[in-house]
């Protein structure tokens, strides 16, 4: 199985609250996008959206630039039916991270919350590292979150890469500049909880 037919199968199988990343909203996220003090017309792109209520929240806040990208074709269609017709004020794709083409110098803001440490192999790190490069505007922000060093080893029945804010900025090297990091203790809908590590990192100007 693929990685697009397990992605399929997860969202087909299981209802979106009975995933071990589910959050009824992601105020963590929210908050972080809203502290980077982007204007509303700002192109934010939210990375692994599924079935997140991100989106919703971001368009609550007067956003009007919205892409929401997923592997999974089912996890978009059920946030384009849980937003009804304000679903159409958002740019949907459907693709692989690794292999998706996205605009050049385009967006203002990149959100990935649970979709890089997915990325076990350093070349599919790479190319994700090189789509930010190419699609995030000079003095853009990237908002990554991923499991911490205490966290899950394996998500989904996938296994999972796991960062501190240092090995994370050490992924994306000297042309982001580490802003912030914080910690996070996620409550699974089963009870359990799972460290993530968030870091805001911002796109500067290449050195040579």
């Known amino acids: 199985m693929n990685q697009k037919e397990h992605w399929e199968n997860v ?17 963590t996220s929210l908050r972080m996008i809203l502290d980077t003090g982007v204007e509303k017309d700002a192109a934010i792109i939210d990375v692994g959206g599924g079935s997140s209520t991100l989106v919703d929240d971001l368009l609550d806040n007067g956003f009007v ?16 039916e849980r937003l009804g017709t304000r679903a159409e004020n958002v740019e949907w794709l459907i693709g692989d991270i690794t292999e998706v083409e996205l605009p050049k110098d385009h967006f203002d803001v990149w959100h990935d919350r649970a979709v890089f440490h997915f990325l076990t192999r350093e070349e599919d790190r790479r190319k994700y590292v090189e789509l930010v490069m190419r699609s995030l505007k000079v003095g853009g ?10 966290g899950p080893q394996k998500c989904s029945g996938l296994d999972v890469m796991r960062y501190s804010p240092d090995s994370m900025h050490d992924e994306f090297g000297g042309d982001f500049k580490l802003v912030k990091s914080l910690g996070e203790s996620h409550q ?17 100007l290449p050195t040579n």
């Not at 087909?12 to 992601?26: I, N, T």
């Not at 630039?65 to 384009?80: F, G, H, P, W």
């Open 11 to 27: 969202y087909k199988s299981k209802a979106h609250d009975q995933v071990s990343w589910y959050r009824d909203h992601l105020e």
């Open 65 to 80: 630039d919205m892409t929401v990208l997923d592997i999974s074709s089912k996890a978009i269609e059920n946030s384009r």
């Open 141 to 150: 922000h990237i908002i990554v979150a991923s499991f911490g060093p205490e």
């Open 188 to 204: 699974t809908p089963f009870g359990t909880s799972q460290e993530f590590v968030y870091c805001y990192c911002r796109k500067v």
